[in-house]
């Protein structure tokens, strides 16, 4: 008995795949969404006594760097020095 079927067809090579575009991303909202989460972080720190007193008094000042450092980003982004694709 012989079986007739046609073989399977091979796996493509490790160089063999087409090259893929790399995703786009937001990057402007992405930054403002992260500085509004900053924001949100800070004013739940400030609302409950027990997350800035003691030894959790610089919470409230990290929530405030990643505020600044979301603006900055935002800013960078928008004069367009954060295009990866212009590069």
Do not use: K, Q
Not at 1 to 17: E, F, I, Q, Y
Not at 75 to 80: E, P
């Amino acid at each position: 008995m012989t079986d007739d079927s046609p073989a399977p067809p091979r796996p493509p090579a490790l160089g063999d795949a087409a090259p893929v575009e790399p995703p786009t991303v937001p990057t402007r909202t992405l930054a403002l969404v992260g500085t509004g989460l900053w924001a949100l972080a800070l004013l739940v720190t400030l609302a409950v006594p027990a997350l800035h007193t003691g030894e959790r008094s610089w919470w409230p000042w990290t929530c405030v760097t990643g505020i600044a450092l979301g603006v900055f980003a935002w800013w960078y982004v928008r004069r367009g020095r954060g295009n990866a694709g212009a590069a």
